[in-house]
């Protein structure tokens, strides 16, 4: 199990066989236990973007902003394609700050 923060709060990553038994999701973010799942038979690349669609939801639920699931599904897949087009640009705004030995 990886884990990851959204706005501070620590959610667990789940790559799970079912998520629903009366759904077929790729996806879902428990908010109350910090759970967040992925269907394990997606591709990888569709597994990447199901994540970023939750991650949405979690930065969604933490602000107040009350997003509707198409504004979500809209703002993962324009941002996923950002993402994976732009890897330079991507690469470059995650990368850790260097320090300068002078700041140490």
């Known amino acids: ?20 038994r009366s759904d077929p999701l790729n996806g879902m973010i428990d908010h109350d236990n910090q759970i967040i799942y992925i269907r ?4 990888e690349e569709k597994k990447k973007e199901v994540l ?23 703002l993962a897949r324009s941002l996923y394609d950002f993402l994976t087009t732009n890897q330079i640009i991507s690469s470059w705004m995650v990368s850790v700050k260097e320090q300068n030995p002078q700041q140490s």
Do not use: C
């Not at 199990?1 to 629903?20: A, R």
């Open 1 to 20: 199990m990886e884990s990851l923060k959204i706005l501070g709060q620590v959610y667990t990553l789940e790559v799970v066989d079912e998520i629903s």
């Open 40 to 43: 394990n038979s997606l591709p």
């Open 52 to 74: 970023l669609h939750e991650v949405i939801h979690g930065i969604s639920e933490a602000l107040d902003m009350d997003l509707k699931e198409k504004a979500v599904q809209m």
